[in-house]
């Protein structure tokens, strides 16, 4: 019996999402940094679902995370920069 070892390597050590395309979920947040906005916007830029279409339920839902958070992220940034106070300046 011959025993194969298949490695995957990725560089920057994220969670793989596309085994086809060796996507991980650091590509995905990447690339909605970049301004994906949708599935097909990663199809397209990372080729993710383009194989045999298992990583996409997946990749949505990653997609979604990093949606909600960035958004989540951009509504704090706009509260930090309408009240700039930290509350610390009212402690005892
Ligand atoms: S795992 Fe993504 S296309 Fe096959």
Redesign the pocket.
Known sequence: MVLTIILIRVHNGGMI?????A?SDRHIRSAVKGGATSLRDLTREL??????????PE?KATLSATLDSRSESTVLAAAHAYFPRTGTEFAG
């Open positions: 999402i596309c085994v086809c395309k996507v080729g993710v679902g383009t194989c045999c279409g298992k990583c996409l990749a």
